[in-house]
């Protein structure tokens, strides 16, 4: 039951990392050193939102 709930708040992380990151222009993506198709993957692998 715990690891059903650690992986909900995990995937609730990814995806409110993914749109905070996605409301960001291309500018400001590349003033912190990523492009638009790295969010995804970003979102993902961050240690922020590992278990």
Not at 18 to 47: C, N, P, V, W, Y
């Amino acid at each position: 039951m715990a690891t059903m709930i650690e992986n909900l708040r995990r995937g609730m992380r990814i995806r409110a990392t993914r749109r905070e990151l996605s409301r960001l222009t291309d500018a400001q993506l590349h003033d912190i050193g990523m492009h638009r198709g790295q969010i995804a993957s970003f979102a993902r692998d961050t240690k922020f939102n590992s278990n």
